[in-house]
């Protein structure tokens, strides 16, 4: 348990309910790859390209493209991904954009101000 994990905090009546940044990525993550046009996610730094298929252990390695900055009031998400080819990116882009604000607020209860969106490759069929 040598890792120290940064929490989202939303203080409760009764409490606190601390949600971390792992869970929050897991979130971003599951919504980004049900986003038509979206093949893939890619590293912040520009390593290699995960594709997305629908199991817990390549969900986790997807995890890797996305940043979250949690110091203020809203949430804001950087993510990393790659679009198939064929596909328009701004469209691409704007539908990831509304699909993690969307699933994020409504599973975390976390108010998102925004959803920067980094288009790092064109994948070919």
Known sequence: MGESKEYMTLPEENG???ISEEVIA???????????????MVTAMGGSVTDLVHN???AQKGAK???IDMTGAALVLDIY??????HPI???AENAQKAVIGAVEAMTG????AVNIHVGGVTLA
């Open 110 to 113: 976390c108010s998102v101000e």
């Open 90 to 92: 701004p469209t691409v």
């Open 81 to 86: 991904l790659t679009v198939e080819y064929g």
């Open 16 to 18: 606190s309910i601390n």
């Open 26 to 40: 897991a979130i971003a993550v599951g919504a980004v790859r049900d986003v038509e046009g979206v093949s893939g």
């Open 56 to 58: 817990k252990k390549n």
């Open 65 to 67: 493209g996305v940043k």
